[in-house]
């Protein structure tokens, strides 16, 4: 019995081996606010799972939703004006 694995290893390793385009780069630099501040949201989620939320804790996640929403605001308010990059997916 012969196995294709080794086969197809050869055809798709060339798409998953190569380095993001400029494109993909100048997205990323681009959501980069954006993606900033989802972590820092899901930082703050993640140290209240195993306990009651403080006040501060509270106060913390409020901030960071606030942040999100306003980099998401901004990419938006960029993507219909300005440079959009085209990535494919």
Do not use: C, H, W
Request: proline share 6%.
């Amino acid at each position: 019995m012969r196995y294709i694995v080794p086969v197809q290893a050869v055809v798709t390793a060339v798409d998953f081996d190569r380095e993001p385009t400029a494109a993909e780069l100048d997205a990323i630099d681009v959501e980069m606010p954006l993606i900033s501040a989802q972590v820092e949201l899901l930082d703050a989620r993640i140290m209240i799972l195993d306990r009651t939320p403080s006040e501060l804790d509270k106060r913390r996640i409020r901030r960071a939703r606030r942040r999100v929403l306003a980099a998401r605001r901004e990419l938006t308010n960029l993507s219909g004006t300005a440079f959009v990059p085209e990535v494919g997916a």
